[in-house]
């Protein structure tokens, strides 16, 4: 069991509300620790059934009733926590469950969690491991389907089974090498050498797999983010409207009614896509519209993918470098991929549909069509950055790519130093490998603000 020493006590009992502020139709109040049994004698005059939820009136240190609702009761190690845990579902009204906090906490050796401390508690006391704790922190800001089954799995303990056997494999291999260093013989230690090579190839391309089911991890939690540029009254701002489903940017026939950057979420193969409206691209006098269009080139950057928005009644250029003469300098140089959409085909009578330029595509729309708009969700749903159609990728923290890095570089020097026929070195390459994932699954931290830094990017009651 790991022992963490914080500023606020281990072993009180803490309590904090679990549901998210304001009215609703359930609000959740979670108390964990010794004084949970304690808790429930005092408000709710009774022990519940444990792992039975039970309809119970609520009251207050005075006896007189507050409320009533459905209980939940677990004895440790059986719990969430591994603590005994008591569980509230009372009306989702504020006044009610502040005044059950307030009233809770003034029993001694009570007090509020911290950020992330329910999850922090059944991480040390060994319910969970570091992944499937930071698993619920993606599960809970999941914006896509795919990211919320890409962390499901890894809550599951998906990701964490792959790293624990290649950590049982490292340790082994690391044994035998020192068993071999102790213990060797001319004959045998040939074999061993030819066994090591085959173990740490195996291993090698073990962390290769990982990784690949890792390489979507910031597309999953991010998704991919598209830009809606192009020249005033172009259509940009009602395209925008159209793929977002919502009237979010006010459309009128007045050139640079747009001047800051407006964002919509939408969800596309079951990714999540960050769509912005921008400023129209011209040349003008005007200071706060030139901050507009200054925005707007930041966004094309930031951007994975581009929509120039053309009025085809105007302009009969497909031309990006003539429609667009910055597109050089903010797109091709920055390797953005980019399309021009050709609006108002409405009004320049032109056929709807996509023609697949060698350089990028040219879609031809009318924003005021549904069919239109579908063709462009189609092109967008084609992209290869949206393809996700294999099973089994997870997400991965930025601290797990890394320390996968770590690992997989220890692995390649030891594969390297046995050429040499240097045990001790390749034993030593292999134990900073095992350090690695081990750092990973949350094995042997001795870092306080480590832990902290992680568990305080959770809610409170979490």
Not at 100 to 119: C, K, M, T, V, Y
Not at 278 to 292: F, Q, S, Y
Not at 317 to 334: G, T, V
Request: aromatic content about 8%; overall charge positive.
């Amino acid at each position: 069991m790991l022992t963490i020493n914080n500023q606020y006590n281990k072993n009180d009992t803490i309590a904090a509300i679990a549901t998210p502020p304001g009215r609703g139709g359930i609000g959740v109040l979670r108390i964990s620790g010794a004084l949970s049994a304690k808790v429930s004698k005092i408000f709710l005059k009774k022990i519940p059934k444990i792992k039975h939820a039970t309809y119970l009136p609520f009251y207050n240190m005075k006896g007189n009733l507050l409320d009533q609702g459905i209980v939940l009761f677990f004895k440790k190690p059986y719990s969430l926590t591994g603590e005994d845990v008591l569980e509230l579902q009372a009306h989702g009204a504020p006044i009610t469950l502040n005044v059950l906090l307030q009233e809770i906490i003034s029993i001694p050796n009570i007090r509020i969690a911290n950020p992330g401390e329910f999850l922090e508690r059944a991480f040390i006391n060994g319910k969970i491991d570091l992944i499937q704790a930071e698993a619920i922190s993606d599960l809970i800001n999941a914006r896509s389907v795919q990211a919320s089954r890409s962390a499901l799995f890894a809550l599951k303990g998906d990701f964490s089974k792959k790293i624990h056997k290649l950590l049982y494999l490292i340790q082994k291999l690391r044994m035998n090498i020192e068993m071999t260093c102790d213990f060797s013989e001319e004959n045998t230690h040939v074999i061993d050498i030819i066994n090591m090579k085959k173990n740490l190839k195996k291993i090698f391309l073990k962390i290769k797999k990982i990784q690949n089911l890792s390489k979507y991890s910031n597309l999953l939690q991010e998704g991919i983010k598209i830009a809606i540029i192009g020249k005033p009254n172009a259509g940009k701002s009602s395209i925008f409207n159209a793929l977002s489903g919502r009237k979010s940017a006010i459309v009128t026939k007045i050139p640079g009614t747009t001047r800051d950057v407006l964002h919509e979420y939408i969800n596309i193969n079951g990714v999540s896509i960050n769509i912005s409206d921008t400023a129209g691209l011209r040349v003008t006098r005007d200071i706060i519209e030139n901050i507009g269009i200054r925005r707007a080139l930041k966004e094309v950057c930031i951007s994975d993918h581009v929509l120039f928005i053309v009025d085809s009644s105007i302009d009969s250029s497909n031309d990006i470098y003539k429609l667009w003469p910055q597109y050089k300098e903010f797109a091709l140089k920055l390797n953005k991929k980019i399309a021009v959409i050709r609006n108002k085909a409405d009004l320049s009578k032109e056929p709807i549909g996509i023609i697949d330029n060698q350089d990028y595509p040219i879609i031809t729309i009318s924003v005021n069509d549904n069919s239109s708009i579908d063709i462009l969700i189609k092109y967008l749903k084609n992209l290869k950055c949206l393809q996700l159609n294999e099973e089994g990728y997870f997400i991965a923290k930025q601290r797990h790519l890394y320390e996968l890095k770590i690992t997989k570089y220890h692995i390649f020097q030891g594969k390297k130093i046995l050429r040499e026929n240097t045990l001790e070195l390749v034993a030593e390459e292999l134990s900073a490998a095992q350090k690695a994932l081990e750092r990973i699954l949350g094995i042997n931290l001795n870092s306080n603000s480590f832990l902290n830094e992680i568990f305080s990017n959770f809610c409170i009651g979490k």
